[in-house]
């Protein structure tokens, strides 16, 4: 089956700091990759879709500037997220979809900004 | 209105019951439509999609009533290994598309032995 793998798993850093998170489609190519947030709680909230070679395009409300994505290859997407604040601490998981649009998620991300 | 609503619960079952819990949908044009599992602090994992005419994958029924906007999941002979959060999701393109899914917030299920 489709594999996705994100690292790391986990993080914690200091509030300021910047945070890159990787997303692998680890057996198959990638043309688009999703990055969604889960606060504790509630659903997972779409964040941007990005397509391979091209700029993300994010949903209303986050703002691109502090959620830098980048799809370089077909494979890889990274999300990083830029003077990372507490609000930031949550559970971020990307998903990628290959060429039948069956999407596949990763395992997630559990960023803790102290 | 929210775009996927389901009942938080927790739903408390005995092992061995049927359960069933319900999904709504705001958005009509919503074409594809799926039931997620996600253990705790765990990534969402594909249950099963869920099509016009109904479909079943062994203890598992999901249906679709598009009139009324709403899907089902049924759990028949529920297991321990049953627990968890069942997530309710819905895409505007047919066939999963190249298109973020829209999740609901997910129902909470407790199987208890």
């Known amino acids: 089956g489709a594999v996705v793998s994100q690292h790391p798993s986990w993080v914690i850093c200091k509030s300021g700091t910047s945070v890159k998170i990787e997303c692998r489609s680890l057996?198959?190519?990638?043309?688009?990759m999703f990055w969604y947030r889960q606060f504790p709680k509630q659903s997972l909230m779409l964040m941007a879709t990005?397509?391979?070679?091209?700029?993300?395009?994010?949903e209303q409300g986050v703002e691109k500037d502090k959620f830098l994505i980048n799809h370089a290859s077909l494979t890889l997407s990274t999300l990083t997220v830029t003077s990372a604040h507490p609000e930031d601490s949550s559970f971020y998981i990307c998903?990628?979809?290959?060429?039948?649009?069956?999407?596949?998620f990763g395992p997630g991300t559990r960023l803790t900004v102290t | 209105r929210k775009e996927v609503e389901q009942d938080p619960g927790p739903f408390n079952v005995p092992e061995g019951a049927t359960v069933a819990f319900n999904c709504t949908y705001s958005?009509?044009?919503?074409?594809?439509f799926f039931w997620y599992r996600q253990d705790c602090r765990k990534e969402p994992k594909l249950l099963m999609s869920?099509?016009?005419s109904g479909n079943e994958d062994g203890r598992f029924t999901a249906q679709l009533n598009r009139a009324s906007q709403y899907i089902s999941l049924l759990i028949r002979d529920s297991k321990l290994s049953d627990s968890a959060t069942y997530l309710c999701?819905?895409?505007?393109?047919?066939?999963?598309?190249?298109?973020?899914?829209?999740f609901g917030k997910g129902t909470h299920l407790i199987i208890q032995p």
């Open positions: 998903s990628a979809a290959d060429r039948a649009y069956e999407q596949y």
């Open positions: 057996d198959f190519q990638a043309t688009t």
């Open positions: 990005s397509n391979e070679g091209s700029k993300a395009t994010y």
């Open positions: 958005n009509s044009a919503s074409q594809s």
């Open positions: 869920v099509y016009s």
């Open positions: 999701v819905v895409n505007l393109i047919s066939g999963g598309g190249a298109d973020g899914l829209t």
